[in-house]
């Protein structure tokens, strides 16, 4: 009895719906990978000998700590984004890594063992300048900053302020540099360009100033460019018109020499702003008498100053990098040189004498794939033999970071220009090599009966080689242990799953550099970088042709937009295995307004892609004689629009059949009351299923599913929390019919819109009430459909019906995207992703503008929801559980070939992949499905059938016999 | 800036007198209005035009009058010419070509004290064929923003289809009116709702005033689910006194 009773409560349990996900499904279906960004500082942890960190400050603001054995993160802290958590400057001493941030706003100390805050301060207010570590009897206490107008003198204790003092004549001086060696003083360097320096040098006690002086530099335009201190307090600036290096001793005070540097028989690059790269060891002690000088792209002088005088210790040509590294006592100078076109050496040199150290060349293979290297960090450390080893952190134009040890063992390498992907697309894998040649079979042309038979014979055959194969692969698995068997996805064994699941995620970054990821393991499959993007480019990814049309390969367009000239260059390629593809893109000597991907086809199946230049001419993409005469038929029905949103206006365009166009609407929104600030369509891979739904009293709302409906949002130019508004607006993208028109009221952006099937879900501020809040408007034909075979933009006379409702929504968003599926009969759900790095699956259900105020038989027959303003947050409706996406930028949703399931993809600082399932998995059997029991009550059924028909046939005779 | 005005007075006029050049039609929000509030109509006045070109390249000519008012109640009233002969034949070539029927109102502030006219026209279409096909009955919506800017114009017909039967279309075209029928209106955008915080709040203090009234959910806690107790307290017996399983320290899956 109590056994059956605990059945019934386990039923119970197992009945009630549970939608996270379960501990052992983590990381099943889902993967994280965790960016930092273009690295801008970066140090290594120097302190202990056997130390693993490496730290980095970021130009997206984040402070993170690398395992230099794996490169993966020990820790890291993601600042606020923009110039308020700017990173200014890292110093690190000892365990110790001080940060300014904000422009000189803080002053934080973070401990690099575990990440944690040491202390944080407040600064007092003036732009950052410079700032060092004051060292003092060799130890390190103070940390200075200098700002325009003040210097300040902080414990590295506690960061409590030793004293701060007004720098002299800053309103005429430009004060650029802070300088300490360790003798008590601290001197502040600055410049009236084309006139003179003026030397501030101040007491470390207690701020006193001790000297000041000024010396005639009216070749100097810029202190922290152009000079550097060398040796023992030896101020050495670099001038290129004259080209000659000019020195000030600190100490003394005296004139500046001038050394041309022709006198040392060296000779600068024409047209090259020579630099001066110094080393300070130890911020207690004077730095090193040895210096590079840069004198060219590729040229770099080692050169060291003695009592006085400049020696050339040696000629480093070609060179692409230089970097000193200290251990100990020792420093090191590593050099990068080419040594063939795939690959460079890195050399290490004695700081001292120039010699070359033995046994340390590194080799450091390009990649063909990537960027030229822009910068390098050396981690030097002492053998056991008291050699110098060491290991070197690469960064290229790529924001790779690629860490390699002697002799050129590349240790790790991460993609930091993922932390920016600007857009993506998922295309489905290619089917396997057997498969493929399954499919080809029904492609080529028909050549005798006798030989079709034999290739499909042939075809056959290799199906079941690839069958037997397969068991035999699984059979062998089997019998390893299972941590042994590695299931490593390389670009050769890519193919396509049983459902469609997996796919190849190709991704773009803002620094231009391609990636193509797989979707099931998140591995890096092909990378290609792309040269000469300017920055701030525009990108838009189409995929021109997918992998269906075996033999053709799969091929995406990329189209980068110069946001300034406007100018646009295609990239094609195959987003497979990330080559170039052979179709050479048509070159595009005019500004691109707008391009549009048809759904005809040329004869290799590739979609046709329309560009419309600012001549409001239209070129096609590819521009084969088929293709242009598809054009021609068809240009009648082809429209298209185009929005100037600085001047509000939304024009609306016709093809002619001789491919140049005609205006046929216009709508302005006049900009002084409003301005646009988003326009979404609807996707064109999304299908509706059901074309209406069923009221409660049976009768049926049909949808108003009109594909070419565009919802347009303003805000308005006016701020004020009164009077501004948001503004919807949704326009009919052929016939430019504005459909429905609504202002929201005491309302402000950001607003975030997503525009599918029926619905626009949109999110905004509402000054009012300071809160943000959900709109949904449905849009419904009413009881019965126009026209229900096609729809069409010019046959739709008659308005929709609107329905609108609003809802309070606890968080700020920071993006929003609705799932998708293969057929749409799943229901919708959206996805928002949440500032907190929570990404939230919000069931559609719960927007609806039918929602009753009141609940009627009906409404209860309808399974609609009460409505309540509020719409909660639940736990279990974050998908991605405690795996927090930082900076959440975009979420790309695709479907996959099971209908219940949509891939998701969310991309920002850190790129998540997982599955939603918005009507579970209704179309799948559970993992713990129990096919013994189905197949053997199945077994025991068809027998008992067999045995009872053969007793009723006995049954029968016997009867018959009587 | 002549035509226009002539035009609005000839709408005043044939409100009156109803002649057969001219056809008026006014609307509010859709709906009617009835003639008498013409006499007060006091709005912007602004010329409609139209084109439909063979060869599709816009030659604008006065179709008619659009007289608008916005603000609280906005309304429109029209008065339109009549189609000549000429133009009711080119219609038919150009709905025969497959070309398009446009008409363009100028952009305008409907609520500056002066009717002040921006630069640039908006233009909306039809295909010509509909036109045809509807006997020129079709629907004319002007859109405004919220400080009465007339941002956009749609034009629909009625019905909207297009290429019926052929013979038909013959028939059609042969007794083609000389008026356009014409159902005008101004739109405003509409009022988006926030949150129903009020109504939701009145609701369910009416629940819990129910809730109150209604006896039998007054009972205790105890007195509701004493049943429930009763038998988890059996259950939870009769479960101690079974004895546990040799090594029950294994848990069930």
């Known amino acids: 009895m109590a056994k059956a009773i605990l059945l019934f409560l386990k039923l119970i349990a197992v009945c009630s719906i549970v939608e996270g996900v379960y501990e052992d499904q983590v990381g099943k279906f889902d993967w994280r990978q965790q960016y930092v960004g273009k690295v801008r500082f970066s140090h290594f942890d120097s302190q202990v000998q056997s130390s693993k960190k490496v730290v980095l400050a970021t130009e997206n603001n984040v402070f993170a700590a690398l395992n230099t054995r794996t490169g993966d993160l020990s820790w890291r802290h993601v600042d606020k984004t923009g110039p308020e958590g700017n990173i200014d400057a890292l110093m690190q001493h000892g365990q110790d890594a001080v940060l300014v941030v904000g422009n000189g706003r803080l002053l934080r100390s973070w401990e690099i063992n575990i990440g944690g805050l040491n202390w944080e301060i407040v600064l ?14 060799e130890t390190v206490k103070h940390v200075a900053v200098l700002k325009k107008t003040v210097l300040s003198l902080h414990y590295l204790s506690n960061g409590h302020q030793k004293w701060i003092e007004n ?24 410049v009236v360009p084309h006139s003179h320096i003026a030397i501030v040098a101040y007491s470390t006690e207690d701020g006193e ?56 028989g060296l000779e600068v690059a024409t047209g090259f702003h020579p630099v001066l ?27 060291q100053l003695n009592s006085g005088h400049i020696a050339t210790l040696r000629d480093f040509k070609p060179a692409f990098l230089v970097s000193f590294a200290t251990t100990g006592e020792k420093t090191v100078a590593a050099v990068m040189s080419p040594k063939n076109k795939t690959a460079c050496s890195i050399n290490l040199f004695s700081a001292e004498n120039g010699r070359r150290l033995l046994d340390t060349t590194l080799n450091f293979a390009l990649d063909s794939n990537g960027g030229k290297p822009e910068k390098m960090y050396v981690q030097a450390f002492l053998k056991k033999d008291d050699a110098v080893g060491y290991r070197v952190m690469v960064q290229s134009e790529d924001h790779t970071l690629t860490f390699v040890q002697q002799p050129g063992r590349v240790m790790w390498i991460r993609e930091e220009a993922l932390s920016d992907v600007v857009t993506m697309e998922m295309v489905d894998l290619p089917l396997t090599g057997t498969q493929a040649e399954l499919e080809g079979e029904f492609g080529k042309k028909a050549d005798g009966l006798m030989s079709m038979v034999l290739k499909r014979l042939s075809s056959q055959f290799i199906l079941l080689q690839a069958w037997v194969g397969h068991l035999w692969k699984l059979f062998y698995d089997a019998r390893k242990p299972r941590r042994d068997v590695k299931n490593e996805v390389t670009i050769e064994n890519l193919s396509r799953d049983e459902f469609n699941l997996q796919k190849m995620m190709v991704m773009v970054t803002a620094s231009g550099k391609l990636f193509g990821i797989d979707s099931k393991t998140g591995t890096i499959l092909w990378k290609h970088y792309l040269e000469n993007v300017p920055p701030g480019a525009v990108f838009k990814l189409v995929v021109q042709r997918t992998t269906a049309h075996f033999p053709h390969p799969p091929q995406c367009t990329l189209l980068i937009k110069d946001k300034e000239s406007g100018l646009t260059t295609l990239h094609v390629f195959n987003p497979i295995f990330g080559k170039k593809s052979h179709v050479t893109p048509p070159a595009l000597p005019q500004p691109i307004l707008q391009s549009l991907l048809l759904p005809l086809m040329d004869q290799d199946y590739a979609k046709v892609l329309l560009l419309v230049d600012d001549q409001y001419k239209v070129s096609a993409f590819p521009s084969t004689k088929n293709v242009l005469q598809q054009l021609q038929e068809m240009a ?3 429209f298209f629009y185009l929005v100037d949103s600085s001047q509000g206006r939304l024009s609306g365009y016709r093809l002619r059949t001789d491919l140049s166009t005609e205006l046929i609407w216009e709508v302005v929104i006049p900009t002084e009351v409003q301005r646009i600030v988003s326009i979404k369509g609807k996707r064109p891979n999304e299908h509706v299923h059901s074309q209406g739904r069923v009221m409660g009293d049976r009768s049926v709302l049909y949808k108003y599913l009109n594909p070419n409906l565009l919802a347009v949002v303003t805000e308005s130019a006016d701020n004020h929390q009164e009077r501004s508004f948001v503004g919807i607006l949704l326009i009919d993208g052929v016939t430019g019919r504005i459909i429905h028109e609504a202002v929201q009221r005491k309302a402000k952006g950001p607003v975030h819109v997503v525009h599918s099937e029926n619905w626009v879900v949109y999110e905004y501020w509402s000054t009012k009430s300071r809160r943000n809040e959900f709109s949904v408007i449905e849009l419904y034909e009413g009881m019965e459909l126009y026209n229900s075979t096609v729809f069409s933009s010019l046959d739709r006379p008659h308005a929709p019906q609107v329905l609108q409702q609003s809802y309070i929504f606890p968080s700020s968003i920071s993006t929003l995207e609705a799932t998708l599926t293969e057929k749409g009969i799943t229901s919708r759900h959206l996805l928002i992703g949440l500032p907190s790095g929570g990404i939230l699956s919000l069931p559609k259900m719960f927007l609806d503008p039918r929602r009753p105020e009141i609940v009627t038989e009906q409404s209860r027959e309808e399974n609609l929801i009460p409505y309540a303003p509020e719409l909660i947050i639940r736990t279990e409706w974050f998908i991605n559980y405690n795996q927090t996406v930082s900076r959440v930028r975009g979420i790309h949703t695709a479907p996959s070939g099971l209908e219940s399931t949509c891939l998701v993809v969310a991309y920002g600082l850190d790129i998540y992949q997982t599955r939603v399932y918005p009507s579970k998995q209704f179309d799948v059997l559970k993992d713990d499905y129990d096919y013994m029991l189905i197949s053997s009550v199945l077994f025991a059924l068809f027998f008992a059938t067999m045995i009872s028909k053969r007793l009723a046939e006995v049954k029968l005779l016997n009867r018959a016999w009587r | 800036m002549a035509r226009p005005q002539a035009f609005a007075t000839f709408a005043a006029l044939c409100a009156v007198f109803a002649t057969k050049g001219l056809q008026p039609v006014h609307g509010n929000l859709g709906r009617k209005v009835s003639e008498v509030v013409d006499s007060d109509f006091s709005g912007v006045s602004l010329p409609l035009q139209h084109s439909f070109e063979v060869d599709d390249v816009a030659r604008w000519s006065g179709r008619g009058s659009l007289v608008l008012r916005a603000g609280r109640e906005p309304a429109a009233s029209l008065s339109q010419n009549q189609l000549s002969e000429s133009d009711r034949t080119r219609l038919k070539e150009v709905a025969a070509a497959g070309g398009l029927y446009r008409i363009r109102v100028p952009r305008v502030n409907l609520q500056a004290e002066r009717a002040s006219e921006v630069e640039g026209h908006l233009t909306a279409f039809v295909r010509a064929c509909a036109m045809v096909e509807s006997r020129l009955s079709d629907v004319i919506t002007l859109h405004t923003d919220v400080s009465g800017f007339l941002i956009g114009v749609s034009i629909v017909t009625l019905p909207g289809s297009c290429g019926g039967s052929g013979e038909s279309q013959e028939e059609e075209l042969e007794e083609q009116p000389e008026l356009f029928n014409t159902t005008l209106s101004l739109v405003a955008p509409l009022s988006a709702p926030g949150p129903e915080t009020a109504l939701f709040l009145e609701r369910l203090e009416m629940e819990s005033e129910k809730k109150s009234k209604n006896p039998q959910e007054q009972k205790s806690f105890f007195a509701k689910y004493w049943y429930l107790i009763l038998g988890g307290a059996i259950f939870l017996m009769a479960s101690n006194s079974a004895q546990p399983p040799a090594g029950g320290g294994r848990e069930q899956s």
């Open chain 1, 124 to 137: 007092d207010s003036g732009s950052f300048q410079s700032a060092c570590l004051v060292g003092q009897q």
């Open chain 1, 167 to 190: 720098l002299p004549e800053s309103d005429t001086v430009d004060y650029q540099m802070v300088y300490s060696d360790g003798n008590g003083q601290v001197y502040a360097l600055g």
């Open chain 1, 209 to 264: 100033i001790i000297k000041q002086i000024s010396v005639e530099a009216p070749w100097l335009s810029n202190v922290q460019e152009s000079c550097t201190v060398i040796g023992k307090g030896m101020l050495t600036c670099v001038d290129p018109s004259a080209a000659s290096l000019h020195m000030l001793d600190l100490h003394a005070d005296s004139e500046m020499t001038q050394v041309l540097l022709q006198s040392l």
């Open chain 1, 277 to 303: 790269v110094s080393t300070q060891p130890n911020p207690a002690r004077p730095p090193l008498a040895e210096f590079f000088l840069q004198l060219g792209p590729e040229q770099f002088v080692l050169l």
């Open chain 1, 636 to 638: 009648s029905s082809i």
